[in-house]
């Protein structure tokens, strides 16, 4: 089976950085896409950054500017840098990857931003 490992999660002050990673592991021969995607508290899961097999990135207008998707195919691995970090922001995340037509979900990983 085809899994995904989170990680980088934590809690965080107002202003700071966290980096967030997700391995995936098992029989994969190629990734199509991978995202991230957020859910808060009483709130619908939304999508935050995605980035095409092609290395075409897009953001959702809530972090365009200071968040920063990026992969590493070498390690089946997608990152999250995320800087200027707000309350708003706290949720957990979940990122996805799109492997021969079928959609694969991390565990999720809690990101706390408070002072």
């Known amino acids: 089976q085809v899994r995904l490992v989170e990680s980088g999660g934590g809690l965080v002050q107002p202003g700071g950085s966290l980096r967030l990673s997700c391995a995936a592991s098992?029989?994969?021969?190629?990734?199509?896409?991978m995202g991230w995607y957020r859910q808060a508290p009483g709130k619908q899961r939304e999508s935050v950054a995605g980035?095409?097999?092609?290395?075409?990135?897009n953001y959702a207008d809530s972090v365009k500017g200071r968040f920063t998707i990026s992969r590493d195919n070498a390690k089946n691995t997608v990152y999250l840098q995320m800087s200027s970090l707000e309350p708003e922001d706290t949720a957990v995340y979940y990122c996805?990857?799109?492997?021969?037509?079928?959609?694969?979900w991390g565990q999720g990983t809690q990101v706390t931003v408070s002072s």
């Open positions: 098992g029989s994969i021969f190629s990734i199509n896409a």
């Open positions: 996805l990857f799109n492997i021969a037509k079928l959609h694969y």
């Open positions: 980035i095409t097999s092609a290395g075409i990135t």
